[in-house]
């Protein structure tokens, strides 16, 4: 029922660039002449900090020897031939491929900032998309429009819009809790669904609605006034969605150039 972001890898990609830092020549310690770079432990004490984890000293330490002891297993394993076999190898390319990634968005999104006239006028596009009311919404969820309409026959009739649902709905969310669906905005849900709910007054019972996932019956069980957050209060999840939304259309981009076969 409800829309379902798909920026999945996109924040994954933010998240990596935000630990993506420029090389340290200062080592923090040597393996066998290999360099531990200063970086890389400040890199694993920022995450960690980031995490919840008080930063100090101790931990500082604790995380150089993890990095030390990572260093002395991967001399050992490349020595053995590991990093030549196959899995590895691939696992090391894929490792290779999202550093390098992450360089790339964190690059992008550096040289090309969301300015806070964009964010502005995303913010007003979302209240008046959002509006101002909540509704509080129960439904019954059928494969046919016959079986919706022998559902509404039963309400009529004296039975409970909740019993309904827990013996006839197909939505496996809201079956057990007698079809409700708790306070949402209508542009969360499917058009064909938000429409008919905006439609009812309080108590009132929808005619069979078709969407992608069957049939719905919706009961407005009531409303209630929207407070939209501030501007300022949204400005960090928006500039992060307008990223995430810019970041997908360079990487549509960038496959439209491509000779993918």
């Known amino acids: 029922m409800l829309k379902f972001s798909k920026f999945a890898l996109l924040s994954a990609l933010l998240a990596f660039a935000a630990g993506v830092q420029a090389a340290d020549d200062k080592p923090e310690a040597l393996v066998n002449g290999v360099s531990i770079p200063k970086s890389r432990v400040d ?29 002395v297993i991967s001399q050992t394993a490349a020595k053995n031939g590991l990093d030549k076999q196959a899995d590895t190898a691939q696992q090391l390319e894929l490792a290779r491929q999202s550093v390098l990634a992450g360089a790339f968005v964190q690059d992008y999104v550096k040289s090309n900032p969301v300015s806070a006239e964009a964010m502005k006028q995303e913010y007003e596009t979302m209240k008046a998309r959002v509006g101002n009311k909540e509704f509080k919404l129960s439904h019954i969820l059928v494969e046919s429009e016959d079986e919706a309409k022998k559902a509404i026959a039963e309400v009529k009739k004296g039975a409970k819009f909740g019993k309904v649902a827990k013996s006839k709905s197909k939505d496996p969310g809201s079956k057990d809790n007698g079809g409700d669906l708790g306070w949402a905005v209508p542009s969360n849900f499917v058009q064909p669904f938000a429409e008919a709910a905006m439609k009812l007054t309080k ?38 969605r307008m990223q995430q939304q810019a970041i997908q259309k360079l990487i549509e981009d960038l496959r439209g150039k491509a000779k993918i076969e």
């Open 43 to 71: 890199m694993r004490v920022k995450a960690a900090a980031q995490q919840g984890q008080p930063e100090s000293e101790e931990m500082r330490k604790a995380i150089r020897e993890d990095l030390i002891n990572l260093e």
């Open 203 to 240: 108590g009132q019972i929808s005619a069979p609605v078709q969407t992608q996932f069957g049939w719905h019956v919706i009961r407005l069980e009531d409303t209630r006034e929207l407070k939209v957050p501030t501007f300022d209060e949204m400005k960090p999840q928006l500039e992060k």
